[in-house]
């Protein structure tokens, strides 16, 4: 007869899961598997840490905003393909700049079906200087912002924990796939 553990018994979590005692099981694909240890293995967590770090992740795209934004750059997306085989943006200036007039195309006939009038709501005047009331200044204060948090979030160190999708988890990565330099004094401007 088998010998029954004893309570309390088996190895005792660690980390940032000590506190944990749900258990999940589930059965997956070895690649969808091979893929999580490797991403685990990448991020400096063991693989209950990365699958639940995702899961948490997955509950916070919620809202008709984050829907909006998703089919948006689904199209995106789908222009990038659109493109002649091999043409991506990553290959060359010519190549980008097709992606670019490509996604303003597509983003000029979605205005198209916004409906009222391209002004701002009057309620958010009190809280916006004169020089940021046209859609254009706006637009390019957002992008400034993006483009200082890209160029100047430093990678995290081990052992140091972010939410996929959050700036300080997604910035270094979209940078380093973009082939973006890190510039430590970018949030204050000072680009090289």
Not at 15 to 31: H, L, N, Q, W, Y
Not at 33 to 57: C, D, F, H, P, Y
Not at 89 to 112: E, G, I, M, N, W
Not at 151 to 179: F, H, I, Q, S, V
Request: proline residues 6%; hydrophobic residues 40%; charged residues 25%.
């Amino acid at each position: 007869m088998a010998k029954k553990r004893a309570t309390g018994g088996g190895r005792k979590p660690q980390g940032d899961i000590s506190g944990k005692s749900a258990v999940f099981t589930t059965r997956i694909t070895p690649e969808t598997r091979r893929m999580l240890e490797m991403a685990a293995k990448a991020n400096g967590r063991s693989l209950s840490q990365e699958v639940e770090m995702r899961l948490t992740g997955s509950f916070d795209a919620k809202g008709e905003q984050d829907k909006y934004l998703r089919a948006v750059l689904y199209l995106i997306s789908q222009v990038a393909r659109c493109l002649p085989a091999g043409d991506m943006p990553q290959t060359s200036k010519f190549h980008f700049l097709a992606f670019k007039a490509a996604v303003a195309s597509l983003l000029d006939r979605l205005t198209a079906t916004r409906p009222g009038p391209a002004t701002l709501d009057p309620s958010m005047e009190e809280f916006l200087e004169p020089p940021l009331r046209t859609p254009e200044a706006m637009g390019a204060m957002a992008a400034t912002m993006v483009w200082q948090q890209i160029r100047g979030t430093k990678r995290l160190k081990a052992g140091e924990e972010a939410r996929d999708g959050t700036w300080p988890y997604a910035m270094p990565n979209a940078r380093e796939a973009l082939g973006i330099g890190f510039e430590e004094d970018a949030f204050l401007g000072r680009e090289k």
